[in-house]
């Protein structure tokens, strides 16, 4: 049976479904929640990277989560480079609202 889609932003994360190390903050502030996800390797990847790429999607979003937002960069393996997304970012307010504020 299917649990019940998130109507609210007041949830726990249940952990045992989500890969260790992979859920690297749960912010819960100002009737906000954002998730982060990135693994340790992807997070040191993007320590090393000298330029970020950020990729804001709204489309695929479901309630109450309003943005996915990505943080990409080059990644080179062998003799090939890709541009990867490396963090991920569930956001139940838009962008905007936050650069509003600084």
Not at 59 to 88: A, G, N, W, Y
Request: charged share 30%; proline share 3%; net charge neutral.
């Amino acid at each position: 049976m299917r649990r019940a889609e998130l109507q609210d932003l007041d949830f726990k994360i249940n952990a045992e479904y989500i890969p260790q190390d992979f859920l690297q903050k749960d912010i819960n502030t100002d009737g906000r929640h954002h998730l982060i996800f990135a693994t340790e390797e992807m997070v040191a990847l993007l320590s090393k990277s000298k330029t970020w790429y950020i990729d804001r999607t709204f489309k695929v979003m479901k309630e109450p989560f309003c943005q996915l937002m990505t943080i990409h960069s080059f990644v080179r393996s062998s003799d090939d480079v890709k541009q990867v997304p490396l963090l991920f970012v569930l956001m139940s307010a838009h962008w905007k609202d936050y650069i509003k504020r600084c």
